[in-house]
């Protein structure tokens, strides 16, 4: 079964933000920030989009499939 993973917590923290802050900037809750950290949330195209253009990485970089 192919699994959808992601980067978001690594980029985050080399970023030196918090969880509060990175969803500010992208306009989402702290908590979605959690949940798709975690992998219990996929967040939509546009929320991908913004995070994977802020760390200026692609999209594909931040999101994986594992199988």
Same mark, same amino acid.
């Given at each position: 079964? /192919?699994?959808? !993973?992601?980067?978001?917590?690594?980029?985050? /923290?080399? @970023? $030196?933000?918090?969880? =509060?802050? #990175? @969803?500010?900037? /992208?306009?989402?809750?702290? =908590?979605? &920030? #959690?949940?798709?950290?975690?992998? !219990?949330?996929?967040?939509? &195209? !546009?929320?991908?989009?913004?995070? @994977?253009?802020?760390?200026?990485?692609? /999209? $594909? $970089?931040?999101?994986?499939? =594992?199988?």
């Amino acid at each position: 079964m /192919v699994k959808i !993973k992601n980067n978001l917590k690594l980029y985050r /923290v080399q @970023a $030196d933000l918090t969880q =509060e802050q #990175l @969803a500010a900037i /992208v306009g989402i809750t702290r =908590e979605s &920030i #959690l949940f798709i950290e975690k992998g !219990k949330h996929f967040p939509s &195209i !546009k929320i991908a989009m913004k995070l @994977a253009r802020f760390f200026k990485i692609k /999209v $594909d $970089d931040l999101f994986y499939f =594992e199988e």
